[in-house]
């Protein structure tokens, strides 16, 4: 259940943003609580709502660079992110590691969960939760979408679903990280990135419910791992494919 919204004081057009989807602590900085996120980074909150120093929380939404009321912390999480009491959802499989041929992705690092570098993106496809509303991941709400970004455009591209996280290894120009278990490992149907090299999956749970296999327990209380492959044919490394970066969801009732 969600509990609260966050919202961030003097925000400026110029301010670098960025998206975050990340579990973490809430803890007790020198002048303000901070979220620690398990990337070992740290955002000022200026509103935690109903949560205390030493709660676990989740937060979805963006962030921006900007001077914060901790020394050190240079960016604050602001007033469309999503924070509630658990962690349904979690980004892993970055190319921060070395990829195929040395494909990292331009400008990786452990906070950047991006994909390796493809021919149109240097720094790697990502996939991600869309704000679309409350309670994501809800099966009933069905109001949680998913965007795939920095894609080749107009390229073939396929959503795998799987049971489980694997150690990473490469496939075609990148790596993969999700595999098979109880249900094997199912996917969407193909579909074309844009002429920006995106792709968008909206109403997401009755999508899945309706294009996948009966045998994955799309329902509540079932954690499941996503990854896209796509088409690269002058991919940096050679194979004329890539992926992207993987996504785990605990779906909600």
Same mark, same amino acid.
């Given at each position: %259940?969600?509990?609260?919204l966050l919202?961030?004081?003097?925000?400026?057009p110029?301010l670098?943003v960025?998206?975050?989807?990340e579990c973490?602590?809430?803890?007790?900085?020198?002048?303000?609580?901070?979220?620690?996120?398990?990337?070992g980074?740290?955002y000022e909150? +200026?509103?935690?709502?109903?949560?205390?120093?030493?709660? $676990?929380?989740?937060?979805?939404g963006t962030?921006?660079?900007?001077?914060?009321?901790? *020394?050190?912390?240079?960016?604050?999480i602001?007033?469309?992110?999503?924070? +509630?009491?658990? &962690?349904?959802?979690?980004q892993?499989?970055? &190319?921060h590691h070395?990829?195929?041929? @040395?494909?990292?992705?331009?400008?990786q690092?452990?906070?950047?969960?991006n994909g390796c @570098?493809?021919?149109?993106?240097?720094e790697g496809?990502?996939i991600?939760?869309n704000? @679309?509303?409350?309670n994501?991941g809800? /099966?009933?709400?069905?109001?949680?979408?998913?965007?795939? $970004? $920095?894609?080749v *455009?107009? +390229?073939?591209f396929?959503?795998?679903v799987?049971s489980r !996280?694997?150690? =990473? =290894?490469?496939l075609?120009d990148?790596?993969? &990280?999700?595999?098979s278990?109880?249900?094997?490992?199912? !996917?969407y149907?193909v /579909?074309q990135?844009?002429g920006g @090299?995106? /792709?968008s %999956?909206?109403?997401f %749970?009755s !999508?899945?419910?309706?294009?996948?296999?009966?045998r994955?327990?799309?329902?509540?209380?079932?954690?499941?791992?996503?990854?896209?492959?796509? !088409?690269d044919?002058?991919?940096? &490394?050679?194979?004329g494919?890539n992926t992207?970066?993987?996504?785990?969801?605990t779906?909600?009732?």
């Open positions: %259940m969600l509990l609260s919202t961030l004081a003097a925000l400026t110029a670098d960025s998206y975050i989807a973490g602590i809430l803890v007790q900085g020198t002048n303000c609580v901070l979220f620690q996120a398990e990337t980074v740290s909150i +200026e509103d935690t709502g109903a949560f205390a120093v030493g709660d $676990r929380v989740h937060v979805v962030w921006a660079s900007s001077a914060t009321c901790e *020394p050190g912390v240079d960016a604050i602001y007033d469309d992110s999503i924070l +509630e009491a658990n &962690c349904p959802v979690e892993f499989c970055g &190319c070395a990829g195929p041929c @040395g494909n990292t992705g331009a400008g690092d452990l906070n950047t969960w @570098g493809n021919s149109a993106h240097p496809a990502s991600s939760i704000l @679309g509303g409350f994501i809800s /099966v009933s709400a069905d109001n949680t979408d998913i965007a795939i $970004r $920095r894609l *455009p107009h +390229e073939p396929i959503l795998f799987g !996280r694997v150690p =990473r =290894r490469a075609g990148g790596l993969i &990280c999700i595999g278990g109880g249900f094997g490992l199912a !996917r149907p /579909v990135a844009s @090299g995106t /792709v %999956m909206h109403s %749970m !999508r899945s419910i309706a294009s996948l296999p009966a994955v327990p799309f329902q509540p209380g079932s954690t499941l791992y996503f990854q896209g492959w796509y !088409r044919p002058a991919s940096p &490394c050679g194979s494919s992207t970066a993987a996504l785990k969801l779906l909600l009732p």
